[in-house]
């Protein structure tokens, strides 16, 4: 009886024994999971950051080349209304042709989410 004990004592063991190598490998594998994703994580925002700061400098950018280009149609407009005739070496023409680019550039842009510009008759040269 003694050797039926001792036999399920040493069951008993070996299963202890094997619940805790088990239960070592299971918390290093989940450990080096959490580690991955983690990674993955900063990964992930950094890229989102990226991206981000990219898009938002070429919004910048675009919106720039937007507000240039309403200057040049409200200037050259005036321009053109205080010489109708154009000037000499510049025709009316080459006017019209160069707002009209400019205002294909405005169109072109419109769907940018941009500041106003300030009036060019307010600003300073």
């Not at 004592?9 to 070592?24: D, G, P, S, T």
């Not at 994580?41 to 240039?68: E, P």
């Not at 321009?79 to 070496?89: C, D, M, S």
Request: aromatic share 8%; charged share 25%.
């Amino acid at each position: 009886m003694t050797e039926e004990l001792t036999t399920e004592q040493k069951l008993r063991k070996e299963w202890e024994e094997y619940k805790q190598e088990r239960n070592e490998r299971l918390h290093s594998f989940f450990v080096r999971v959490m580690v991955i994703f983690a990674l993955l994580g900063f990964t992930v925002a950094g890229s989102v950051y990226y991206v981000y700061t990219t898009s938002q400098t070429n919004q910048d950018a675009l919106c720039a080349i937007r507000h240039d280009s309403e200057r040049r149609v409200i200037l050259g407009e005036e321009f053109l209304r205080e010489n109708p005739n154009g000037i000499p070496g510049v025709s009316v023409e080459s006017l019209r042709r160069s707002i009209n680019n400019a205002k294909e550039t405005v169109k072109s842009l419109s769907s940018l989410n941009c500041l106003p510009i300030e009036s060019p008759s307010m600003e300073k040269p």
